[in-house]
Every structure is written in C-alpha cells, then in structure tokens.
C-alpha cells in the first residue's frame, strides 16, 4: 500500500475554473509539502507544513492555496490559474527532523 | 547557497552494463543530508537513499551502490548490471540538518537501459 496517496491523478481545467488537489499520508509523518515539477525543470517547492503550520511559503502565486486540516492531509486549492501552471504536482511528507521525504505519485495538472 | 548539479541529462546503455550517475553538490552547512530518488515513468519519487555527512562510507544494497566524497562534494550513484526497469529518471538532493529542511533536487539524469 502506498504511504502518500494524491487525488486526482489527472486533471484538465479551464482558466476560470476552481479545483483542489488532495494528498494523504499514512506514514503518521509531520510534515508534508507540496512540489511543482514542470518539463524539464528541477522540482520546485511550492509549500511546506510542519505539524500542520505553515513553515515556508516558496513565494508563490496567490492563486495557489495550500490547506493542512491535520496531519495526515494536505490540499492544494487552485484558482485562475494560467497554462504555464500546468505540471506535475507532487506531495511528500516526512518526520520533522530527518527530512527523508516519501512523495505520492503526483497529480498531473494541465491548465487549458 | 545551496546547489545540487547533475551534468547528464540523459544516459542510454544496454541492459546488463554498468553504469554511474554523477551528482555534484555545493552548501556552506557543515552537516546535511544527500538523497538519491528513482522516478519511474508512473511519476512517484521513489526514495533510494540518504547519507549524512558525517558518513563517507560507500554503501551497496544489490545492484545499487553509492560513492560519496566529501572532498569533491560528489555522491555518485552507480548501478550494476543494469535491467531494463532500472529505466527512470533519477534525481539527488541535498539537505540541510534542520526541522523541516528544504530539499534542493538537482534537475536529474534520464536513464533509458535497452533490452
């Protein structure tokens, strides 16, 4: 079984519309972040929460809105996002301390 | 600042090669992490390993081996007698010692083994 799972897998929205991604983890972690990986590019971090605190904020657009209800879940709300947003998101979580991240399989987003 | 380099961008060998992925890195902390993830073409990162640098000792687990030299800043991963499911793109990373440390990823090495 996979200890981060990430819903949808894919998804195609328009510029206007309004979606959330969803990540969950199982591996009792504390921390849990959000990448952005686009073609040919190194993963970015986009955000990562720390015992469901908001630590870094990696300067992102507004229309990204990250949302941790508790430990075990993460969201990405989007909002008009633009066609340079489409990518491969990424969640990962980890303990606090040792930063070995183990990342679900990612939802592949593209903006029309 | 912090930087991990990954000078190939894409590598092919035939299935039963040996072959090594090479990753440079530069930080001013005097203690971090490096890390080796496999992505396959499903897309999830799938973790491979971490040394601290405080351990220069080369580590084997199968076919995989890594190399680190703190003297270079190198951590090279080498894989032996390559299969074609070792076909993935292959990123490391680098991280400081703190809670909640940012990784920094290097813009990984795409490994194709052909049958």
């Known amino acids: 079984e996979t200890g981060v799972t990430q819903t949808p897998r894919h998804l195609v929205m328009g510029m206007t519309n309004k979606k959330s991604l969803k990540c969950e983890q199982h591996?009792?972690?504390?921390?849990m972040y959000w990448y952005k990986q686009s073609a040919k590019k190194p993963l970015e971090l986009m955000f990562v929460?720390?015992?469901?605190?908001?630590?870094e904020n990696n300067s992102v657009p507004s229309r990204f809105s990250p949302e941790c209800p508790n430990s075990s879940h993460l969201f990405l709300h989007l909002h008009t996002l633009q066609p340079e947003d489409s990518a491969l998101y990424l969640c990962?979580?980890?303990?606090?301390?040792?930063?070995?991240?183990?990342f679900g399989p990612g939802t592949r987003l593209t903006v029309l | 600042a912090q930087k991990v380099t990954q000078a190939q961008t894409e590598i092919s060998v035939v299935e039963k090669e040996d072959v090594t992925l090479d990753c440079v890195y530069e930080?001013?902390?005097?203690?971090?992490?490096l890390f080796w993830y496999k992505q396959p073409p499903s897309g999830e990162l799938v973790f491979l390993i971490r040394?601290?640098?405080?351990?220069?000792q080369n580590e084997i687990s199968g076919r995989y081996s890594w190399n680190f030299q703190k003297s270079t800043s190198s951590f090279n991963f080498t894989i032996t007698a390559s299969q074609v499911v070792d076909s993935a793109v292959y990123f490391c990373?680098?991280?400081?010692?703190?809670?909640?440390?940012?990784?920094?990823f290097g813009q990984g090495t795409e490994l194709s083994v052909k049958p």
């Open positions: 929460y720390s015992l469901e605190e908001r630590v």
């Open positions: 990373a680098l991280s400081g010692m703190i809670q909640g440390g940012k990784l920094i």
């Open positions: 990962a979580s980890s303990q606090v301390v040792n930063n070995e991240q183990f």
């Open positions: 930080t001013r902390d005097t203690t971090y992490y």
């Open positions: 591996l009792g972690h504390n921390a």
């Open positions: 040394r601290n640098s405080f351990d220069e």
